[in-house]
C-alpha cells in the first residue's frame, strides 16, 4: 500500500501498453487530463526515445499490464516504479472509461494511466529481486514452458501412434517417460515389433528396467500380437516417419529439461534463502527451489500472512448477501464433499451448512504464430461452502 500523503505529491501519471515490437505510452496529469502520448519501437533506438521523452516526468508512476518481460525488464532498468495491473481490472478500467466497447492500444494506455492516477495509491509496486532470484525464477519459468512443449509434442506422437500403431498404447499408459519413445526407436512399426521376438522383447523390458512379474506376461503378450490390425501401407510409413521424428525431438527437449533442473538445483543451492525454502515440510529439492523463484526473496511483496495466502492461493474467495455467507476454495480432485466440510470445520472453527463442488476443465489458447493448443491451467476442483448464518471465516475477511 502507499501512502496517500506520498501519493499526492505526484503531478503525473503514466502507462505502458505493450506489445512485442513496439510500446505506447500515455501520461496524464493530476487532473486527468493527457499531458502527452507517444509509440516507440521495442530496440534500443526506441528505448533512448523513451528515456529522453520521459525526462519532464522523471519519477512519475508507471501502471501496465504485465509484471514480467522483456519491458518491465527494460523499465527496471531505468529505474521506473511499476504498478502491474491484473488483466481482468485493467479489462475493467477501459468498459469504465470507453463504455461502448472500443479498444484500441491509446484507449488502454489512457484508461490504466487514468486508474494509477484515481486508485493507485491502493496498489502494490513491483519490487525487483535481486539477481540470485530473478535466475531462479526465470529457470523455473522455462522449464514449465519446455514441459508444454513436451506436453505438445507427446500429444502429437499420441496422435500419430492411433492411426498405425494403437497396440503401444496400450502397453504404456504415460508417453512422457523415455523408455516409451524408446519402444518407438527400437521398433518403428507394429510389424518390427512382432516380427522381433520374444527374446527381443525381453531384453527390451529388462534394459528399461520394465519388468516385473505382474505386467510383463500381458506386454509380451500385446508384442506378439501388435500386428493384429494393420494399417494401409501408405498410413504406415508416413506415420511411422512422423513417430520416430517426434521421438528424437522429445528425446533432445528431454535432455534440456534434465540440465534445467540441474541448472535449478545448483542456483537454489547457493542462493541465501536455500535453508529456509529447502527446510519446508514437503518442498524437499523439486518443489522448493519453485516456490522460492514464485515468492521471491523481498519480504516486503507480502506484507502480511493474509497476502502470501492470497498469492499461494490458499485463500478462498467469499461471496455475502443478507444471511448468505459463502467461501469458494480450490481443493484437492480427490477430495469428497465430506472430506472438505470436516477439514473447514476443523480448520476454521465454524458450521458448514452445504458444500458444492465443481469441476472445471483446463484453460486452453491457441498461439498466434503456429496455432498450436497450449495449456495454461491444468483442470482443477473447487467447493463452494455455506457456512451458517452469523458465521464467517475471521482470517481472510477484508482479504483482496
Avoid at 490504466?112 to 491502493?122: E, N
Avoid at 528425446?251 to 527446510?279: C, K, M, N, V, W
Avoid at 518443489?287 to 498469492?311: F, K, N, T
Avoid at 483446463?362 to 461452502?385: P, S
Amino acid at each position: 500500500m502507499n501512502p496517500h500523503h506520498d501519493w499526492t505529491k505526484h503531478t503525473h501519471f503514466a502507462a505502458l501498453d505493450w506489445a512485442s515490437d513496439h510500446h505506447d505510452v500515455v501520461i496524464v496529469d493530476h487532473t486527468g487530463a493527457i499531458a502527452a502520448e507517444f509509440r516507440f519501437a521495442h530496440t534500443a533506438a526506441g528505448w533512448a526515445e523513451f528515456t529522453e521523452r520521459m525526462k519532464p516526468y522523471a519519477g512519475a508512476p508507471l501502471a501496465l499490464e504485465t509484471s514480467s518481460g522483456p519491458a518491465v525488464d527494460q523499465l527496471l532498468q531505468r529505474g521506473w516504479t511499476l504498478y502491474p495491473v491484473n488483466p481482468k481490472a485493467a479489462e475493467r478500467y477501459r468498459e469504465r472509461k470507453v463504455p461502448s466497447g472500443t479498444k484500441t492500444d491509446r484507449h488502454d494506455g489512457w484508461s490504466l494511466a487514468d486508474a494509477l492516477r484515481t486508485d493507485g495509491h491502493g496498489w502494490r509496486p513491483l519490487l525487483p529481486q535481486d539477481e540470485a532470484t530473478a535466475t531462479l525464477r526465470a529457470l523455473c519459468r522455462d522449464e514449465i514452458a519446455l514441459i508444454e512443449q513436451r506436453t505438445a509434442l507427446v500429444n502429437q506422437l499420441l496422435a500419430a501412434l492411433r492411426e498405425y500403431y494403437p497396440v503401444a498404447l496400450e502397453v504404456f499408459d504415460d508417453w512422457t517417460q523415455p523408455f516409451t519413445w524408446a519402444l518407438i526407436q527400437q521398433f518403428p512399426t507394429p510389424l518390427a515389433l512382432q516380427s522381433a521376438g520374444q527374446r527381443q522383447w525381453e531384453k527390451f523390458l529388462h534394459t528399461h528396467r520394465l519388468w516385473r512379474t505382474d505386467t510383463a506376461p500381458a506386454r509380451l503378450a500385446l508384442f506378439a500380437r501388435a500386428n493384429a490390425l494393420p494399417a494401409s501401407a501408405a498410413v504406415r510409413n508416413a506415420k511411422s516417419l512422423l513417430a520416430t521424428s517426434l521421438v528424437k525431438v522429445l528425446q533432445t527437449l528431454e535432455t534440456q529439461l534434465q540440465e534445467y533442473r540441474r541448472r535449478i538445483t545448483e542456483t537454489f543451492a547457493q542462493h541465501p534463502d536455500h535453508d529456509l525454502f529447502g527446510s519446508l515440510p514437503g518442498a524437499a529439492e523439486k518443489i522448493a527451489p519453485r516456490l522460492l523463484g514464485e515468492l521471491g526473496a523481498v519480504r516486503a511483496v507480502y506484507p502480511d500472512a493474509d497476502a502470501l495466502c492470497c498469492q499461494a492461493g490458499v485463500s478462498p474467495v467469499s461471496f455475502q448477501s443478507g444471511k448468505l455467507q459463502q467461501y469458494v476454495f480450490e481443493v484437492a480432485p480427490e477430495a469428497s464433499r465430506a472430506q472438505i466440510k470436516e477439514a473447514i470445520q476443523i480448520l476454521f472453527d465454524v458450521d458448514v451448512e452445504r458444500v458444492n463442488v465443481l469441476n472445471l476443465p483446463a484453460k486452453r489458447t491457441r498461439r498466434q504464430r503456429n496455432r498450436r493448443v497450449v495449456v495454461r491451467r491444468g483442470e482443477y476442483k473447487k467447493a463452494i461452502v455455506t457456512l451458517a448464518p452469523g458465521q464467517t471465516i475471521d482470517v481472510f475477511e477484508g482479504v483482496k
